[in-house]
């Protein structure tokens, strides 16, 4: 995940943008999270066939190689398909007097995996 400019560094900015390099079959931007203020992804993948999906808005959808979401609310991740790499720019517009100050609300039904033996973890049935 890189951040090329925000608040932090850009404050004469109404907007933050950022990349996100996703490894085949990984997930990004996860556990599901959410923020007030609206985002836009634009994929790119290594072979233009490669594709994901992504969970927004309530909607799970199919990614794609030059595709677009518009994210306006809800909790949002992503993943990609096994075998494709997926390449995201992402961009966050700041609200009149909220401005996106690398805001995250996680979402509390998956708040577990962040603890150090998250991956540790075997279902008991």
Known sequence: IKTFFDHDNAPFSNMVLGEVLNHPGKWSSYPPHHHPQPEVYFYRFDYPHGFGAGFANGEIYQT??????????????QTAAPGYAMCY????????????????????EHAWLWKPDANDHIYQG
């Open 64 to 77: 794609g190689h030059n595709g677009l979401a518009v994210i306006t609310s809800g909790f949002h991740s």
């Open 89 to 108: 720019a992402w961009g966050i517009r700041h609200l009149e007097g909220d401005p996106w100050l690398k805001t995250r609300i996680d979402d509390e």
